[in-house]
């Protein structure tokens, strides 16, 4: 909700049309020509009669759209005052693309290029700060993640169990198709056992001397661990190994979810030297949850654990008879702004005042009955796992998108807090009879009894 007028006087609520126009205007997947025209008497209005608009989305009621120029708004944010991260307004248009561009899938052929040269890592720092929310660009280290849990079919699971030591292999053995830096392969600079961790350090300068580093670039080295936990600054492998961390460890999550502390985490460090005379360390990592000590497969939440339970439940019974894939994704799946990380500052912002700028797509699980002809049927499942009504929002705005790129596909939602008079028992049952009537549904079309 939007209030405006003077500090400290009475506010007056801003009306929806108009709270829709501001959103389309300068709400994160807005901006095009046309929404700012739109927007426009509003903000000269407003800026006429001295007032300022008042973002409700944080308690404080201290958030601030500022006009300026009877045309536009200024952000005024800072640290402890900030908007809720599902806010419209808590990033501008061309923040959002720069964090969608980061969750875009990798292209193998390109290198990685996480770390720059001694004098030039301030990109690389600044980047890294966290990866807890929408409203951050996904790191360079998570993307060296994401991209080996993706390839390697950790997000996959098809009704036939695959060990934790073998998911880790896989995950580890992707390391082949990757690139470093330049033309740096992966594989060699890849740790994947921490008792080795001091062997590997040890003959780090010897091993990447080997390789030709890019003009720019600094020699370093990656870490890939099944953590227990994070504990004082280091990664937790075993009771008997701690690797401990120089600089900060980004662990994926928002802060509002609940969490499990008794699930692992699938972690990545970033190995190499803080500076010419140092010797090589883990200077950072990043640590995504795990759905369980039997199963790697990174989720979100504790509410996407519990979604996914109840598919893999269904995925057990219906085996045999008819047989799915349970993905849960964790790329944009959008298709605007085709490139992945070239940016091209005067094409992005034709394309955002063409268009506005494009929402993050990520769908929480797609259940997909098979390859070519036979994938009719595939349907994704969204947790609708908070109540706010600024989430609802976003939830709903974004999830019929999801479906338009993924072609087309119908979705179920399982909702942990409405209808309101159902008990949560009796929700999870409503999403478990949605997604069984959809699986009846294509039994009936292939004629399986
Ligand atoms: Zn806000």
Redesign the pocket.
């Known amino acids: 909700m939007l209030l405006v007028g003077k500090r400290g006087e009475k506010l007056t609520e801003v009306s929806g049309d108009d709270t829709k126009r501001l959103i389309l205007a300068f709400g994160r997947e807005g901006g095009s020509t046309f929404a700012r025209r739109n927007a426009k008497l509003v903000v000269e209005t407003t800026q006429n009669a001295g007032h300022w608009f008042f973002?409700t989305?944080?308690q404080d009621r201290d958030?601030l759209l500022v006009p300026y120029e009877y045309a536009y708004v200024h952000r005024r944010i800072n640290s402890s005052n900030s908007?809720?991260h599902d806010?419209p307004?808590?990033i501008d248009p061309l923040r959002q693309l720069a964090v969608v561009r980061s969750m875009r899938p990798h292209p193998p052929e390109k290198a990685f290029n996480i770390l720059s040269a001694f004098a030039s890592d301030r990109g690389a720092q600044e980047e890294d700060r966290t990866a807890r929310t929408n409203t951050v660009r996904r790191s360079k280290l998570a993307r060296v993640l994401v991209a080996l849990a993706e390839s390697s079919g950790l997000q996959k699971q098809t009704s036939v169990a695959t060990s934790i030591s073998e998911q880790f292999n896989l995950v580890a053995k992707q390391a082949e198709k990757y690139k470093l830096a330049g033309d740096v392969p992966l594989k060699p600079m890849l740790c994947k056992y921490p008792p080795k961790l001091t062997e590997f350090l040890r003959d780090f300068d010897e091993n990447a001397r080997r390789f030709t580093w890019p003009k720019g670039s600094r020699e370093h080295g990656i870490l890939l661990l099944k953590a227990l936990c994070v504990e004082n600054g280091s990664l937790v492998f075993s009771n008997q190994v701690r690797v401990p961390v120089a600089g900060p460890i980004a662990i994926f999550g928002r802060d509002d979810a609940p969490r499990r502390k008794d699930r692992p985490y699938l972690a990545i460090g970033l190995i190499a030297k803080q500076s010419q005379s140092s010797p090589p360390e883990v200077i950072r990592a990043y640590v995504h949850p795990c759905y369980s000590h039997d199963n790697l497969m990174l989720v979100d939440s504790n509410y996407e654990r519990e979604t996914f339970k109840y598919l893999s439940t269904i995925q057990a019974e219906y085996s045999g008879r008819l047989d799915f894939e349970i993905e849960k994704p964790l790329s944009d799946v959008g298709k605007r702004f085709e490139q992945a990380e070239d940016a091209i500052p005067e094409r992005d912002n034709q394309e955002i005042e063409a268009r506005g700028a494009p929402p993050i797509l990520i769908p929480d699980f797609i259940l997909r009955f098979g390859k070519g002809d036979q994938h009719a049927g595939d349907f994704f499942v969204e947790t609708m796992g908070f109540r706010s009504s600024i989430y609802r929002a976003v939830k709903r705005r974004v999830v019929p998108e999801m479906a338009q790129a993924l072609g087309g596909l119908e979705w179920v939602e399982h909702d942990f807090h409405f209808p309101r008079d159902k008990t949560p028992q009796q929700r999870h049952e409503n999403f478990r009879t949605d997604v069984r009537s959809k699986l009846a549904d294509l039994m009936r079309k292939r004629s399986i009894r």
Do not use: I
């Open positions: 973002c989305c944080n958030t908007h809720h806010c307004f808590a």
